[in-house]
């Protein structure tokens, strides 16, 4: 087994076996607690820019197979395991591990202490790493990653959104939610995406790196679904006459990305607008609200939210190192006030149980929701699907 | 939503005595239900008739009643206690049975009683095959096609419909699959049908398409009053459908399935968790997988707390039982806390770092004549789970904590010799009926070259799993070619690979003590890694630990005065729930007394594993390498007194002398003095210095020297090899043919291998007493009379405190004989002395300095937690400053019954000897001997005739005996039938008895009355091995149609006084707080 390090900005050393395409990365070190997933979380473009380190010691138990990618290539700079499984079971597999990441030039390292590793991450906060097949000496290893750039004010999204707009047709087929039988979020025999006089809604979605399984689930809504690169303008994006707008999820930082917040800006109040995790960010930008950077940022499959206006709470899968600023929320509070914008309005939905994190939010004075987590899962539980319908409902009301 | 206010008094019903499939979890589970419910400031009410459970313990409950747990005293008790609300999830089937039977009675609406946790009519849903089945329908999920059959097996082409053979067979309502069986054909598949219908409560079985081969899965769910839903933990088999669960080797998370497959099972989950009504508290839903493409089918759900929540429980940290509690009485899941991190709360899924084995531990040893392939209905016994860093880490730790002299994947004897071929041949053989074994015979096919997907045809276990045993033994191979000193990275790869010391040594013929000297001196030394139900995503406050070879250690050990609990590792048949009992006692009161507890286990069903029992758990196997691991970690900070052995059984006192070798102090009663107790000729010059009698004893390496020593000694004798332990193949013999036919063939004497030769003594009375020195002082604990003679092991045979027909003389003698014992060993802290009495004489059988089986009985008997102070006297108090000084004998009677799990083993017989077979036990407790053991009878499932006929059949020596015991039943008016010797006996005495032909006299004979329910008694004795043969059919039927039934006189004359004091008056109820005071009187303000 060929030696491979990683290395932190802050010093710290893991030295551990090549796991991947040979090679050098370099990237922000985050941690992801999803116990199934990984082919999905390799796939997420808003990984770009970040090596993730998997929590779950055994990866690649089931393979990869071509179903359950998110994009057309994984994205992240670096995967870090303590052990990659080079003899997948599973009926639909058809690639290891090792082999799918040498296909996509992704460079990585197993056999380290992954939980050491996650326990200094959150201890110390994500940082700049460097994944090194080829330079084992720690010292220079450790200077790169010094070196390495920030991802704060980074625009990341430029790097993994479409060229130009396209439409997206699959559903989640056999996979969609619930397909072992009825919905498991109670909506039985709903009329999906009937869009009133004219038919189905139409819907144009920002991809600023959006999963696929926000397309499919946005498909099984009844939806005719349009991709536009994440640079539209407002304009353009009225121009395509849809019922509604979607702000797809991505990478790195939503001051990033200063002309999608402008856009959204004017697109508020113009159309129905359903924004997840940067797009919940850039709506934030755009009402004038604030973000900043997580210590270590929320990876994983089972994030306890409380949705502040039924009290329930969601088990959701989440992904994101930013956040929109909240103020002074309690989980357990009652429902706070809304915030006053220049937008109008603006109500905090939902809030993380672990920290108190802003997870959602409502205007009220004029047709826009967000979620910071994944109402499409992928990986992760699919308690947060109802949000789809939602969108369904908002634009019902919009043509209304 | 805040806890209820409406209800005020809750009852709680445990599951009653250890059986096959419902172990201790339930007493873990009843525990952490009845602290959590008091914690809220409920009154609890408390039913379970095991007392050798922390849940019974005076001071959990506000009322305890240890009664049998049937309808009628179940509903005396809501009679005098009033409960306003009833949470029958926490006691098993047993508990949720009863539940079911109490509200369809009308018991529960009568006295105002709401269930709680489960509603009847979710728990009739779930646990009903048909209606379970369709509702499973009406919300599109599919399950495996069935019919169900009711009563009778009528249609003869049942199976035909559901598409021909193999079938499965699961009768409803039944525990651990009993009576669940895969029929081939249409002969098994009638015996099979009519043994689950005569198995089943309700007379129903369901009829199912196998699945066998299929992936198997389990989520343990939790639900809340709004709503919530979170899956605790995905768990799959290793073995696939076609084993029963509780016998499989499990592991968690799941393994092999993509999210999107996982996704559609957690869906699947809350639909049915929504469907079935289970609004709070925990379930278990299993599905199954096809490997070939992924279909997914529903095999069951239970509807409360179980078995395999007791793992997931462990596995994650998520306390399900504690939480279920809390739910059942209206917080949701956002409300609760998590205690690990303490910043979050429980309405989440746990994430776990690490990869949790479990493996069953099986008894066959004990009963030989059972078939030991495992099928759909569960057999083993007890579990072991252990945590690693990889499934290979965590597969082969909990190899050896299952303490069956495995250290690894040692190959078959076989191996080494005969044809290459013939040994394939015979391991394919052994693959394709899954045994205990079956984990050694894969990894002896690997070894053999047969491919991974030929064992996978073969076994159906996952190539994933396969290939990951063929890793280990891939690097097994490199260290059987190596040389010592092994290099270090070597070394290093095969510790993370989970190899134990004791296997490395033996692979490179190098003693244990050398590799861990190798390992000292490479570094190569175990770190231990925190249990914190999210991955480290947030801090865990609380230490549940677990080893691994990594970079970094979290164990942090405090600097505090410590000491350290070692367990009792698996349940089996002779250690169990009593000896965690009085480790978690110890824990306790270390607790008390200041000290940081360290407790160390590897059983996930006990109440010691919890990891809020100590201030700190380390949850690995009881084997010298990892517990001198974790030894050298403690010490690294503060200071550790020593190390508890004399608690968990054998399996710590086996460390004792290792430990005490290495410089680890153990606390109380020197290991020097066990081994005097323990060492055949030490403990024969303690006697003779006290002057003592024993019975006489020999020793013979061959056949003639057998004779002569059985000649000098007299007949009967009682032979056992010496190199086997609990009583195993230990026999009676009475003259000199079946003594040459046992040293000769059965256990082949020879110089290695003496057999040891002891004479019986006939018709004695066998005593336990239990007793507690300081050193200096010694304080009876309880002085029991077994019910069964002296032969019958002391596990198996019932008992009375105090003793019920004994002299004072005799029991003074008896007392000072255990003092001076005592003191001569200089016991401190507990000991257990066994005794038998004839014709006057004591002789004293056997001596442990150490916890007993009997503890838990005699503390609940007395009121006195003796455990807990012979801890502080381990700790160096004196009795007197406990204020423990004097013997307390109760006004009261208390009756402790063993049961046994012959139900579980078709064909085996039910006869009591030397060697334990029982699983558990239970307590009657009432003002008359009568009364307690009827009570006992009750609690153990047999229930005593008050009117009827009685079948009679006994030996020669003891016709006499029977005369005054069948008069008395005339009296009585009840009728009596005897086999013909007996009963000419009895008419010669003037006694109305009717002839019934013996089975080989031809019909209708005794049997056919006792299945036609003729027969309400059954007393049977029987002398050599062949009346034994001709009669077991007379035992066996009345075990089936449950017919009570005594093997011996003392126990039938017991049997009779306890119908005697049923016919007197009514049974009552009375909680241990009447019986005595509870209180803080033996706790450490006193000190």
Redesign the interface.
């Given at each position: 087994m060929k030696p491979a390090v990683l290395a932190l900005a802050d010093g710290t050393v893991?030295k551990g076996t090549a796991l991947g395409a040979p090679g050098e990365t370099v990237g922000e070190v985050v941690?992801n607690?999803?116990?199934?997933?990984y082919?999905?979380i390799l796939t997420d473009p808003s990984y770009r820019g970040q090596m993730v380190t998997m929590?779950?010691?055994?990866i690649g138990?089931?393979g990869i197979?071509p179903?359950?990618v998110e994009s057309s290539r994984p994205w992240l700079a670096g995967f870090i395991v303590?052990?990659a499984?080079p003899?997948?079971?599973?009926?639909?597999s058809r690639l290891t591990l090792d082999e799918y990441l040498c296909q996509h030039g992704i460079v990585g390292i197993q056999g380290?202490?992954?939980?050491?590793l996650?326990?200094h991450l959150?201890d110390h906060g994500s940082q700049q790493g460097v994944i090194s097949h080829a330079d084992l000496d720690p010292k220079r290893v450790v200077r790169k990653a010094r070196e390495a750039p920030s991802i704060l004010g980074r625009d990341l999204v430029k790097e993994v959104t479409c060229a130009k707009p396209y439409k997206w047709m699959e559903s989640a087929g056999k996979?969609k939610?619930?397909?072992?039988?009825?919905s498991?979020d109670?909506a039985h025999s709903r009329q999906m995406g009937a869009g009133g006089t004219n038919g189905r809604f139409k819907v144009v979605a920002y991809d600023f790196g959006i999963k696929y399984n926000i397309l499919r689930r946005l498909v099984d809504e009844g939806f005719e679904v349009t991709v536009v690169p994440a640079s539209t303008t407002a304009d353009a994006a009225v121009a395509l006459n849809p019922d509604g707008i979607f702000l797809s999820n991505g990478p790195g930082d939503p001051e990033g990305v200063p002309y999608a917040v402008e856009a959204v800006r004017t697109l508020l109040g113009k159309r129905p607008i359903f924004g997840i995790c940067l797009g919940h960010q850039i709506i934030g930008l755009a009402l004038g609200l604030q973000t900043y950077k997580l210590k270590f940022g929320h990876h994983?499959?089972?994030?306890?939210v409380?949705d502040l206006e039924t009290?329930?709470?969601e088990?959701t899968s989440q992904n994101h190192n930013f956040a929109v600023r909240g103020g002074e929320v309690s989980?357990?509070g009652a429902k706070p006030a809304p915030w006053t914008t220049a937008h109008g309005r603006v109500q905090l939905t939902h809030v993380s149980?672990?920290d108190d994190a802003v997870e959602g939010l409502r205007c009220l004075d004029l047709p826009a929701y967000s979620v910071q987590y994944h109402p499409e899962?992928?990986?992760?539980?699919?308690d947060a699907s109802y949000l789809f319908h939602r969108f369904t409902d908002l634009m019902t009301k919009g043509k209304a | 939503m805040p806890k209820r206010h409406d209800i005020q008094t809750i009852l709680l019903i445990g599951s009653g005595p250890i059986v096959i499939g419902q172990a201790c979890e339930f007493d873990y589970s009843g525990t952490q239900a009845c602290k959590a419910l008091r914690e809220e400031g409920y009154r609890i009410v408390l039913i379970n008739s095991n007392p050798a459970t922390i849940m019974t313990d005076p001071e959990l409950a506000d009322r305890t009643y240890i009664e049998p747990i049937t309808l009628d005293v179940v509903e005396e008790v809501i009679k005098r206690e009033r409960p306003d609300a009833l949470l029958p999830t926490m006691g098993g089937q047993t508990a949720l049975n009863i539940a079911v039977e109490l509200a369809a009675r009308g018991t529960l609406a009568k006295h105002g009683v709401h269930l709680i946790g489960a509603s009847a009519e979710s728990i009739q849903k779930a646990e009903n095959r048909e209606s379970f089945k369709q509702a499973m329908m009406r919300?599109?999920?599919k399950t495996p096609d069935s019919i169900v059959i009711r009563g009778r097996v009528e249609t003869p082409n049942v199976v035909d419909k559901i598409g021909g053979f193999p079938v499965i067979v699961r009768p409803s309502f039944t525990l651990g699959g009993t009576g669940g069986n895969i029929a081939y054909n249409r002969e098994e598949f009638e015996a099979y049908a009519e043994w689950g219908l005569s198995t089943s409560p309700v007379g129903e079985i369901l009829v199912e398409r196998s699945i066998i081969g299929w992936k198997e899965f389990e989520l343990e769910v939790m639900r809340d009053t709004?709503?919530?839903v979170?899956i605790v933990c995905p768990i799959e088999n290793f073995d696939p459908m076609g084993i029963h669960t509780g016998d499989s080797i499990t592991v968690a998370?799941?393994?092999?399935?993509?999210?999107?497959e996982?996704?559609?099972?957690?869906?699947?989950s809350?639909?049915i968790m929504?469907e079935i009504g289970v609004d709070t508290g925990g379930s278990n839903i299993q599905f199954a997988v096809n490997?070939?493409?992924?279909e997914?089918v529903v095999i069951e759900m239970n509807p409360r707390v179980s078995r395999s929540s007791a793992l997931a429980s462990k596995a994650t940290g998520f306390p399900i039982a504690k939480i279920a509690a809390k739910l059942a009485v209206g917080y949701?899941?956002?409300e609760i806390p998590n205690d690990i991190t303490r910043?979050?709360?429980a309405?989440?899924?746990?994430?776990?770092?690490?990869?949790v084995v479990k493996i069953p531990r099986f008894a066959f040893e004990k009963f030989p004549q059972a078939d030991p392939v495992l099928t759909t209905q569960m057999k083993s016994v007890g579990e072991v789970m252990s945590i690693g860093?990889?499934?290979k880490e965590a597969l082969q730790k909990a190899v050896r904590s299952l303490e069956v002299d495995r250290y690894g994947f040692e190959p078959h004897p076989s191996l080494a010799e005969g044809d290459p071929d013939e040994v394939v041949a015979q391991i394919r053989e052994r693959l394709r009926r899954p045994d205990p074994e079956r984990l050694w015979h894969v990894a002896d096919g690997l070894r053999m070259g047969i491919s991974v997907d030929e064992i996978y045809a073969l076994t159906k276990i996952?190539?994933?799993f396969l290939?990951q045993m063929k890793d280990i033994l891939a690097v097994e191979d490199q260290l059987a070619r190596a040389k010592h000193p092994l290099p270090t990275p070597l070394l290093r790869e095969a510790k993370q690979l989970g190899f134990s010391d004791h296997r490395i040594g033996e692979l490179l013929k190098v003693s244990e003590e050398t590799i861990r000297r190798l390992r000292n001196d490479e570094g190569v030394t175990a770190v231990f890694?925190r249990v914190d139900t999210?991955?480290?995503?947030?801090?865990a406050l609380t230490p549940y630990l677990y080893s691994t070879y990594?970079?970094?250690c979290?164990s942090r050990p405090e600097a505090r005065q410590k000491v350290m609990i070692l367990g009792g590792g698996p349940n089996r048949i002779g250690q169990g729930i009593e000896f965690d009992y009085c480790c978690v006692h110890a824990a306790l009161a270390l607790r008390d007394m200041g000290y940081e507890t360290i407790m160390v286990n590897c059983n996930p069903e006990t109440v010691s594993t919890d990891y809020d029992t100590s201030d700190r758990l380390y949850f690995e196997p009881l084997t010298e390498e990892d517990v001198l691991a974790i030894v050298d970690t403690e010490r690294r900070a503060g200071t550790l007194l020593g190390v508890v052995v004399q608690f968990g059984g054998q399996t710590p006192l086996k460390l004792a002398l290792p430990l005490e070798r290495d410089g680890v102090p153990i606390l109380g009663t020197s290991p020097d003095a066990i081994d005097r107790a323990e060492d055949r000729e030490r403990f024969k010059t303690l006697l003779e210095k006290l002057g003592l009698k024993q019975p006489a004893s020999g020793a013979a390496r061959s056949v003639a020297e057998a004779v002569a020593v059985a000649a000098s000694i007299t007949y009967p004798v009682m032979v056992r090899p010496s190199y086997v332990l609990g009583g195993r193949a230990m026999e009676i013999i009475y003259d000199e043919k079946s003594l040459n036919a046992y040293v000769g063939q059965a256990i082949k004497a020879s110089v290695q291998h003496p057999v040891l030769i002891d004479k019986y003594l006939e018709d004695a009375i066998e005593i336990d007493v239990d007793a507690i020195s300081d050193g200096r002082r010694v304080v009876i604990g309880g002085i029991m009379e077994h019910i069964e003679e002296a032969g019958v092991h002391s596990g198996d045979s019932a008992c009375s405190l105090p003793p019920y027909s004994l002299s004072p003389a005799i029991l003074d003698e008896i007392r000072r004989q255990a003092v001076a014992l005592a003191l001569e060993l200089r016991v401190v802290g507990l000991m257990n002395v066994q005794f038998a009495v004839r014709d006057g004489i004591v002789y004293v059988l056997e001596v442990n300095p150490r916890a007993s089986r009997t503890v838990p009985f005699v503390s609940k008997a007395i009121g006195v937690p003796l455990a807990k102070l012979a801890m502080q006297v381990m700790m160096g108090r004196t009795l007197e400053q406990i204020g423990f000084t004097a013997e307390r004998t109760p006004k009261h009677l208390s009756v402790k019954e063993a049961v046994f799990p012959f139900t579980k083993f078709p064909n085996i017989d039910v006869l009591l000897g030397p060697e334990m077979k029982s699983t558990g036990e239970v307590m009657g407790i009432a003002d008359d001997f009568g009364a307690a053991f009827l009570k006992s009878q009750h609690g153990a499932g047999s229930f005593l005739p008050m009117q009827g006929r009685v079948f009679i059949s006994v030996k020669d020596k003891d016709k006499a005996a029977t005369v005054p015991l069948a008069r008395r039943f005339l009296e009585l008016g009840f009728t009596i039938e005897a086999t013909r010797g007996t009963a000419a006996y009895l008419a010669e005495r003037g006694l109305m008895v009717d002839t019934v032909n013996k089975v080989k006299e031809g019909r209708p004979h005794c049997v056919d009355h006792i299945k036609n329910g003729e027969i309400q008694l059954v007393i049977n004795t029987v002398g050599d091995k062949v009346s034994q043969a001709d009669s077991a059919s007379i035992r066996r039927t009345a075990l089936v149609q449950n017919v009570p039934y005594q093997t011996t006189m003392a126990g039938a004359r017991a049997t009779l006084m306890a119908i005697e004091a049923g016919l007197k008056r009514k049974l009552t109820v009375k909680p241990l707080q009447e019986y005595y005071a509870v209180g803080t009187k033996y706790s450490e303000e006193r000190a």
């Open positions: 893991f941690f607690t999803a116990m199934s997933g082919q999905e929590t779950y010691p055994h138990n089931y197979t179903e359950d303590k052990e499984c003899y997948p079971s599973n009926w639909r380290i202490d992954t939980r050491a996650t326990t959150r996979w939610v619930g397909a072992g039988g009825a498991p109670g994983g499959a089972n994030h306890p409380l009290r329930k709470v088990i989980g357990a149980l672990n899962a992928s990986p992760g539980p699919h | 919300i599109g999920l709004k709503d919530n979170v998370p799941a393994q092999t399935l993509t999210d999107k996982y996704q559609l099972m957690r869906d699947a809350l639909m929504r490997p070939m493409d992924g997914l949701t899941l956002d910043v979050t709360k309405s989440f899924e746990p994430s776990i770092d690490y990869v860093r990889t499934f996952d190539r994933w290939n890694k999210c991955a480290a995503e947030f801090q990594e970079s970094e979290e």
